[in-house]
């Protein structure tokens, strides 16, 4: 009788262990699965800031894709705000970050040419920046467990307002002094966000 429920025993602690193994290993791909798209928009966001710079972005070009960024921003937000995203929803964030990719490839290689010390690409660069910084802490919050997937999902919505009021502002190819305030004044709330978001005391499981 002993030996029958030691060997019970035994078989559910192996039972427990590889249940445990198993959450733990879903959740590391959730955590890459999302580190990724988050590093995928920080990476378009250095495109479209460097193409800025450089004046092979003009500022009506760069606010067309700051759309097409605020799109992939809700798909992210959309996906995760269960908590975990699936393969078919990761499968089409994907497609649309190689979209945008290849916009920024295009309208960089166009010909046209943007004068990147004017005022209004000046402003869209700042915007622009900002939002590298946000995406960047986002990923960092993901990576390190201080952010949840929910957490996120939020994080990315206030990203798509964001990223929306960049690409009203810049769509006739000048963002004025009061745009630039109102885009900062999101901007501001969108980094109270992710502090407050980061510091609530909730982990990622």
């Known amino acids: 009788m002993f030996q029958a429920r030691t060997r019970v025993l035994r078989t559910a602690l192996l039972i427990g262990a590889g249940l445990a193994a198993a959450a733990s290993t879903a959740a590391m791909a959730q955590t890459a699965a999302v580190t990724n798209d988050v590093q995928r928009d920080v990476n378009q966001q250095q495109r479209i800031e460097s193409g800025l710079k450089s004046g092979t972005l003009t500022t009506r070009e760069a606010s067309g894709l700051e759309k097409r960024e605020a ?88 990203q798509a307002h964001v990223d929306n009021r960049e690409a009203r502002a810049g769509r006739n190819g000048h963002v004025g002094a009061g745009e630039q305030g109102r885009i900062m004044g999101a901007e501001d709330r969108a980094s109270g966000n992710v502090y407050r978001e980061k510091h609530n005391g909730h982990r990622r499981g």
């Open 71 to 158: 799109k992939i921003d809700r798909m992210e937000s959309n996906a995760m705000k269960n908590g975990s995203v699936s393969p078919r929803e990761q499968a089409s964030i994907q497609r649309a970050e190689n979209r945008v990719s290849q916009d920024i490839s295009r309208d960089t290689h166009n010909g046209q040419v943007g004068n990147p010390a004017s005022a209004s690409s000046q402003r869209m660069q700042a915007d622009v920046q900002r939002n590298i910084n946000q995406q960047e802490r986002i990923r960092n919050g993901v990576q390190n467990g201080s952010l949840t997937n929910r957490e996120a999902a939020g994080l990315a919505r206030g």
